[in-house]
């Protein structure tokens, strides 16, 4: 498990490699509550690698897009797999996010 | 998969001898992932696949098990969390069996109403009842009892 | 490390409060590496290091384990191993119970000799032995205790 | 955990990625008896990033060297650690193997 962060086109992009569960969400959050406060304001979280995500690390992603949309950045998401769009369908959270199919759509977007 | 061998059933069917194990954990969030790999691992081997294990198992019970650690052991590494296990051809059951005192699980509100879709919390029992088909708790609520079948079953109109 | 706090003891000294957790196992193979990875893990966080753990400790409780899951519980998975680990400043002290019948531990060979080197088994309890400072079986032998101390003990001559 | 195979100045090199225990013995095992049944003669097990080894992992080495060494081949280690060293000298099985400090030092004596 580990989160692997990198710039690109100005967006902050994190990859989440392996799962963005209870037992390791607050390192993603740290790192980038970081940026953020170092001046960053675009931010894409890439679900490539993912396993899978409980109701911690949806929390926890609702908790970053809300503290960085509050300084006037973004956050999106991007590369869900079939499972992981059905978690964010259940829990609705399908409507509170930006979701691209791909990180070129996330980012050209932007 | 296996062309060769003569085929009773629909390929991958099961084994067809129950099987029962358990595990005991102290109150760690790490050992969850840890957990969960291996509940996964021997559902596997059973030949349960797909979706119903990749999402709905392993976040139900991932959910159950930080339930368990968080709010009935209070993550106290002390107080352990009991994971009982049963593997049928039909249905994997899992129990979930925590130290702790309970908690009134019939008042739970609902984390997809327009006023709650901001909350940073109160999604890990919905997930456990939105994917897994049977979920039961015992009277005090420090054990909780979650049944997925392998197939999808129709839900009952009233949950 | 830790240069800023003020030292009462030596660096790395570990924490005054001792500490108990406990897992379980169904007898599974793979389970080993994965248990002494937590252990080991747990042991770190309380300021043990270096070779005994990762040669004593590492080596002898996976001994234990495996004896445990292999001979105690015929790797029946349905059958379980039950770790017991308290730490405290001075030592690591580990219980390992199987469900199994037990066995006579007053009879072990010597794996060393000569006429054993080239033999494939029949080195786990010599290695337990060798790399623990205290090794206690109950009555029967399907419960092992395994002590180990921070530092070195002087061993006594006739163990 | 894994087991890397290749092939050096005629020699079948195996890395042990991990550790080498009850629970993944048979795996090692496999993959040099198959070398073996292939023609192969001369083998080296470098440990280099080898966590630790334990009596099963001792007792494959054992077996393996006895089965070589009956086809006209031999086995040999290389790159322990102290922690290994040491367990090897406990059990006296440093006199049974032919033991090199490096890989380089295993391979130019074969
Ligand atoms: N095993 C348990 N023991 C005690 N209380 C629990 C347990 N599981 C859940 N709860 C209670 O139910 C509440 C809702 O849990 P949940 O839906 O998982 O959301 P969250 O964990 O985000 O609060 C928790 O806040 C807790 O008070
Ligand atoms: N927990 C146990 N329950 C029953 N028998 C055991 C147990 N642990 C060890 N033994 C017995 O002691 C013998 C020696 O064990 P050991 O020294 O670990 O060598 P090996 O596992 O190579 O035989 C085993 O063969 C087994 O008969």
Request: some cysteine; hydrophobic content about 40%.
């Amino acid at each position: 498990m580990s989160f692997q962060t990198s710039k690109q086109d100005g967006v902050v992009v994190v990859d989440v490699d392996g799962q963005l569960i209870v037992g390791n969400r607050q390192e993603l959050k740290q790192k980038v509550l970081d940026e953020l406060e170092g001046g960053e304001r675009k931010f894409l979280i890439d679900f490539s690698n993912t396993g899978y995500i409980d109701s911690s690390g949806l929390g926890v992603l609702v908790s970053l897009s809300k503290k960085i949309r509050e300084q006037g950045g973004e956050l999106r998401l991007a590369n869900l797999n079939e499972d992981l769009r059905t978690l964010f369908e259940l829990t609705k959270l399908d409507t509170l996010f930006n979701i691209a199919d791909t990180r070129e759509a996330a980012l050209s977007g932007f | 998969m296996r062309n060769a061998e003569p085929m009773k059933e629909r390929p991958g069917a099961a084994p067809a001898e129950p099987t029962a194990f358990a595990l005991e954990l102290p109150s760690d969030l790490r050992l969850i992932d840890t957990a969960i790999t291996y509940l996964v691992t021997r559902c596997r081997e059973y030949h349960f696949a797909g979706s119903r294990l990749t999402l709905n198992f392993r976040v139900g019970v991932a959910e159950a098990l930080a339930n368990a650690m968080i709010y009935g052991n209070g993550r106290d590494p002390s107080k352990r969390v009991r994971v009982e296990v049963e593997l049928d051809p039909q249905r994997i059951n899992v129990r979930v069996v925590d130290q702790g005192k309970g908690f009134d699980f019939t008042e739970l509100r609902d984390p997809t109403l327009p006023e709650h879709l901001e909350a940073t919390g109160g999604r890990g029992l919905f997930l456990i009842r939105s994917l897994m088909d049977e979920v039961d708790f015992n009277e005090c609520g420090n054990c909780i009892r979650l049944t997925l079948y392998r197939e999808k079953q129709q839900r009952p109109l009233a949950s």
